[in-house]
């Protein structure tokens, strides 16, 4: 980048071609990275000075806590005192002044509640940094800070992000499944305005991924860190060193698996096909009831062997993360009705249905589980224990000898498919599900598991998949690329 505001122009930083390709792009919201090393903080700060001769831009980039943004400030002092010697950072405000008059501010997002510190200001640019630690409501509520501070500026939002974290689930959902990478992911909102006609706009987002293998310059100054990343376990080894965003660390069903074909034994997974429900098999149906949340509604069929099988769900989620459509108790009941009416899997059986105690609570007036009885949905009162429940759902996750788990997924379950394997560790309680996340359909899977207990396996004898590994680390004199280990 040359210092335009510097009568000397040096150049005091210059984007390598992965940061390039990235800091070239005109979506208007852009993530960048997916793995550890690949440059990302400084490619935030780099960006936010593309905007700084016009007096009245305003640039904001945000970390979760202000504490983690210690080594953030410190490296801008890095950047931005070579490349404008004139700017000054005001300390007690969290923010750099250039000499047009052009602002860069350091913010953060501790709690939701602290979006409405930004509330009636603007910024033409935004970034967050580490975008997997926040929440989507918090991420979205800043779109409406996102607008010009005067004439001349162009408006756009960028982000960074490892892997893991309270916001891995929305993050991925947003800008890694819907695309490959590099391709550009078009929304389109409609607007009504007052007159009654309506418009609909779009916007356009995209994914930018970077690895350590991306940054030549930190290879260069220090070899042995992709050799620290090469020896993490494995989830974290997979997400920081490669970027792959089914593992990470914080994931708190580590068994979880979708995708056999980078294992050993391909049976090793807990997603598959449909399949026709044998008539004397028993069906259960969990509910976690949610209004301006999700509600969650799940079957799942039990085999002679006790194994469990997910196989149709209802998911009251709106097109945006853990909001709910906001359902009445008798429309849920008309639909789970409808549907045990029509689902051939389900019509004509005897269902057993538990659901959160908590649905039978009357808060002056008649309650949720009363409501949907008299619509002919009957629900028993589940056990509610939270990590018992949770060591349940291990119990089943958790394949035997020969590759087999307790619990199988059908592939049609797409809310469970995309919540499930997202869900991540309390901060303050670090044996249980974080609730803030959305966790509506582990809490009805919770239910059913607590219906119908298994032990744990023995772990002698038992198999351990390790999946491929690039830097072959673990290569074996075959051409395999994977090894099974074994307990001792």
Known sequence: MSGKLNQE???????????????????????????????????????????????????????????QLSELIDRSYSIYSDFCPEAVYNESKHFWRFPSGAKIYFGSLAHASDRYNYQGKRYDFIDFDELTQFTFDEYSYLFSRNR????????????????????????????????????????????RFPDGHEEERRKSRIFV????????????????????????????????????????????????????????????????????????????????????????????????????????????????????????????????????????????????????????????????????????????????????????????LAFDENGKPRLYVFSTCRQFIRTFPCLVYDSSDVEDVDTSGEDHIYDELRYVCMECPVPALKKTGQSLIISADPLDLYRQASDSYTVRARFK
């Open 9 to 67: 122009k040096r150049v005091v930083w210059r984007p390598q071609p992965r940061q390039a390709a990235f800091m070239r792009r005109l979506e208007d919201e852009a993530l960048y990275g997916g793995a550890a090393g690949g440059g990302k903080s400084d490619c935030a700060l780099a960006e936010a000075l593309r905007q700084i001769n016009i007096p009245h831009y305003r640039g904001l980039i945000l970390r979760k806590t202000y504490p």
């Open 148 to 191: 010009p501070s005067g004439p001349g500026t162009r408006c756009y939002m960028r982000a960074q992000a490892n892997p893991g974290g309270i916001g891995h689930g929305w993050v991925k959902e947003r800008f890694i499944t819907p695309a490959p990478p590099m391709t550009t992911i078009w929304e389109t909102v409609k607007i």
């Open 209 to 396: 991924p970077s690895t350590v293998f991306d940054n030549e310059i930190l290879l260069r100054n220090d070899p042995d860190y992709l050799t620290r990343l090469a020896s993490l376990p494995e989830a974290e080894r997979a997400a920081l060193l490669y970027g792959d965003w089914n593992g990470f660390a914080g994931q708190v069903f580590t068994e979880w698996k979708n995708d056999p074909d980078r294992y050993l034994d391909r049976t090793a997974t807990h997603v598959i096909s449909p399949f026709r429900i044998p008539k004397h098999w028993r069906i259960y149906r969990g509910f976690d009831w949610g209004y301006s949340r999700p509600f969650s509604v799940g079957w799942y069929a039990e085999d002679t062997d006790g194994v469990l099988y997910r196989i149709r769900e209802l998911y009251g989620c709106t097109n945006t993360p853990n909001e709910g459509v906001r359902w009445e108790a008798e429309k849920v009941a008309a639909e789970i009705r409808r549907i045990e009416r029509e689902d051939e899997n389900l019509s004509g059986r005897t269902i057993h249905g538990v659901a959160d105690p908590a649905i039978y609570q009357k808060n002056g007036g008649e309650s949720i589980g009363g409501i949907m009885e008299k619509q002919g949905i009957y629900w028993d009162r589940a056990d509610n224990s939270r990590i018992a429940g949770k060591q349940q759902i291990h119990n089943r």
